[in-house]
């Protein structure tokens, strides 16, 4: 199981820190689905998954917009590429939901696992290229001043 790691840190405090909670509530939803028999999930374990997905869709979103903000203040010029991205992440929170609720067999853990890599993948890369963009465009210095936030080294 892969969890949070340093090394995905991309240099901004606030969203570093949403980046970890994010893998944390799937990492946690994970190990739960692991203590459920791979039969298919009965009613009352599909139920209590259902506030976990709301969780994960409730800080994506969070996430998403306050990742957004800052691409557009500082006029990041892939903004539009790495927004559809975030639509796609939405969309597998909305998949799996889904799934949770209508699929007679339930959400399997290969999809939570699934997504995690997708996640991991969304940060090391794209949200990584974003950090190094404001840090080399002298940008970030600047948002954080004003902000009152520290600059992760």
Do not use: C
Not at 66 to 87: G, Q
Not at 117 to 123: R, T, Y
């Amino acid at each position: 199981m892969i969890s949070w790691n340093d090394i995905y840190q991309i240099g901004i405090e606030e969203i570093d820190k949403q980046h970890n909670e994010l893998f944390t509530y799937v990492t946690e939803m994970y190990r739960r689905f692991g203590t459920i028999s791979d039969d298919a999930l009965s009613r009352k374990d599909k139920l209590q998954f259902i506030p976990d997905i709301w969780r994960l869709r409730k800080h994506s979103f969070t996430h998403f917009i306050a990742e957004e903000e800052y691409m557009i203040k500082s006029r990041y010029p892939d903004y539009f590429t790495h927004k559809d991205l975030h639509n796609e992440l939405i969309t597998t929170i909305f998949d799996l939901e889904n799934q949770l609720i209508d699929d007679e067999d339930g959400l399997k853990k290969e999809l939570i696992m699934s997504f995690l890599e997708v996640l991991i993948q969304h940060v090391t890369k794209y949200d990584r290229k974003f950090g190094d963009y404001l840090r080399d465009s002298g940008v970030l210095a600047k948002m954080l001043i004003e902000k009152g936030k520290g600059i992760q080294k």
